[in-house]
C-alpha cells in the first residue's frame, strides 16, 4: 500500500520563544516526528525486542510480550472469520485487564476500528455504542454482556450485533489470587455463555484458538484506529475520530517526558477505556517494551501492595487515588521507594497532599490536561519544574492560546478565555457529525485550532490554569458527566415532567451529580427523591447517576422559554460555600 508521507514539520517554529521554554524538560525536543506506523507496529517490535519479558500483570498472573503477540494475533485470524473487514468497528467493553489489551491489539492487528465503551453503562446507554458506529461485532466481559446482549435486542434488526466473544476476568488470573472481598462476585464469577439471537458467541478460549491466518496488515497512520467517545452540552455521545498518528504522537511523547525507558513498570489503574488510560498507560507501555501492572478498579489496599511488589516506577492516576492510598491505616506498610514519577489529572490535586509527597518521597506531583479529542494530554507540567493546581504547559509539538470566546482575539497573560489546541494529536472531527465537526473549529494564526470549551488563563511564565467551563460539565472523581445525556435518560421515568442537571460540590469527589426535578401532576406525593435516585442507577451508569434530588414546582426559565441552568447552578453553589474554619 503506497501512501505519500506527509512533509516533516520545521525543526525551528515561531513559537521557539514562548515563556513556558524556560521550563521545558532538558534534553527533550520542543516537537517530534512520531513513526510513520499503525499502532499495532509498536506491540510486534516489542514483541521482536523482548519476547520473554513480562507484558503485562494481573493479580501476579506475568502475560509476556510474545504472548500477547501471538494472542493478539489469534484473535486477529478470528474476528476476520466472523466477517470483520478493513474499517469496520468493534466495541470493546471490559473493565482493566490483560483481554483489554489483547482484544485492542486484535482490532487493530485485523485492519478494524477499536470502539472502547464505559464498562459502567447500562443498556440504554449502550444502545448508541451499537447503533451509531454501525458495530457489529463486540468483544465483552462475561458480567457485562448481558447488558450489551439486552442493548442490541432493543435495537432494529439491521443495526443488531451479529457476533459476540465472551471473556471472564479470572481467565488471566493465576489459582489463588489475592482479590478484594468485594469484587469476588464480578471478578470471580463464572458465566454461562450468553445466546445472541440471529448471532453467534464464542467465548475467549475457542477465539484464540482460531488457526486461520490473519489478514494482511495494511492500516497507515492516517487510517482510522480508535473511536472513543465522549459527550457533549446537547444530545447524545459523539464518536471523536483518532487515526493511528494522533495516538502514535501522544504514546510517544508521553514516554519522553515521563523519562520513560523499557525498564519502566507502570501502575495502570485508570481506565483503559478513557483515553488517558489508553494513551499514556497502554499506548505508551507498549511502546517502550515497558512491564504494565493492571488493575481492574480502584481498590487503596490492592495499589499498596502491587506498587510494593512490583517496584513500580510511573504511576498516571487521578488526585483522588492518591488521596485515598495516604488515607490507608495500612500505609506505612506499604513500600512507595521505587516511584520515580507521579502524575495524573482529571481534578486539581490538594496542595497539601503534593506537599506530603514531595516532603516524604521527593515526589513532585504533574498535573495535566486533556481531552477525548486531544488524545489525552494536551497540557502537561514539566516533571522536574511542576506548578500546583495548574494544568501545564502545551505539550510536545503543541501550541494551545486562550482567546476571547466571541471576537476569538488572544487574551493576554492573566486573562481569562477559552483554550484553544493545534497539535498533531487533535482528532479529526466527530463521527458522523461534521456540523459539529466544523463547529469544534476555528482558524487562528493560519492553523486549525480545536476548540476545548474549557475557560483559562495563561500565567506568566507560559502555564495554563483552568478557570471554569464553557460546557455544562461535571467532574466527579475525574469522571466527566455531561448534564444532558443524564438529562436525557431521566425523562424516560414515567413521573418526570422536566430535570435539570447540575453539580453540587462534594467534600471528596470535589463535584456530585445532582437532579433538579419536576413530577408529572400524577405523580406528586407518590413519587419521592430516593425512588428517582434508585431508578437512576438501574438505567444508567453509577457515576452518572444524580447522588441528591431537589422535587420543585416549577424550573426557572428565559424568554425564550429555555431551562435556566446556570441560575440553578449558581443559586446550587453560594448553596453550599464552605464555610470557614
Known sequence: MSHTAPAAPALAHSDDTRAHHCFWP?????????????????LAVSALRYPDKPALVFFDQVLSYRQLHDQAERLAAHLRQQGVQDGDRVILLMQNCPQWVVAHFAILRANAVVVPVNPMNRAEELKHYISDPDARVAIAAADLAGELLQ?????????????LVVSH??????????????????????????????????????????????????????DLAVLPYTSGTTGLPKGCMHPHRTLMHNAVASCLWGNGTPENIQLLVVPLFHITGMVAGMHAGVYLGATIVLMPRWDRELAGRLISTWRVTHWTNIPTMVIDLLASPSFEQYDLSSLVYIGGGGAAMPQAVAQ????????????GYGLTETAAPSHSNPPDHPKQQCLGVPFMSTDARVVDPDTLQEMPPGEAGEIIINGPEVFDGYWKRPQATEAAFISFAGKRFFRSGDLGRVDEDGYFFITDRLKRMINASGFKVWPAEVELL????????????????????????????VLRESARGRTSEQEIIDWC???????????????????????????MWRLLQEQEAAATVPTAQ
Open 151 to 163: 442493548a442490541s435486542a432493543a435495537l432494529p434488526e439491521a443495526e443488531r450485533l451479529r457476533h
Open 26 to 42: 532538558a534534553r527533550l525536543p520542543h516537537r517530534l516526528r512520531p513513526p510513520a506506523t499503525s499502532l499495532w507496529h509498536n
Open 356 to 367: 506530603r509527597l514531595l516532603d516524604q518521597f521527593g515526589l513532585r506531583y504533574a498535573e
Open 537 to 563: 442507577r438501574e438505567h444508567m451508569a453509577v457515576y452518572k447517576c444524580p447522588r441528591t434530588v431537589q422535587l420543585v414546582d416549577v424550573l426557572p426559565k428565559s424568554g425564550t422559554g429555555k431551562v
Open 490 to 517: 431521566m425523562y424516560k421515568h414515567p413521573a418526570i415532567a422536566e430535570a435539570c442537571v447540575i453539580a453540587t460540590r462534594d467534600a471528596y469527589r470535589g463535584e456530585s451529580v445532582k437532579a433538579v426535578v
Open 169 to 222: 476476568y479470572s481467565d488471566a488470573m493465576g489459582p489463588g489470587a489475592e482479590i478484594p472481598p468485594a469484587w469476588a462476585g464480578w471478578l470471580g464469577t463464572r458465566h454461562p455463555v450468553p445466546t445472541l439471537p440471529g448471532g453467534s458467541v464464542s467465548d475467549w478460549a475457542s477465539a484464540l484458538a482460531c488457526a486461520d491466518t490473519p489478514p494482511a496488515h495494511n492500516r497507515s497512520p492516517e
